[in-house]
């Protein structure tokens, strides 16, 4: 999933740098937005597993 959100953002800037248009920009930018915080959740409230 990392790497999933990397590229989009790596595209987001070449899009950006390329002179892509603004809603396709804002629209990558928000998908990747809302990733991280699924991703954030996820680490947050998974559990460790370190009993023994």
């Known amino acids: 999933m990392d790497i999933i959100i990397l590229f989009l953002l790596l595209f987001i800037g070449l899009a950006m ?3 892509a248009p603004r809603w ?7 998908g990747a937005l809302l990733l991280m915080i699924g991703l ?4 947050v409230t ?6 023994l």
């Open 17 to 19: 740098w390329r002179g």
């Open 24 to 30: 396709l920009v804002l629209t990558c930018w928000f």
């Open 40 to 43: 954030f959740r996820f680490h």
């Open 46 to 51: 998974s559990s460790l597993g370190l009993s």
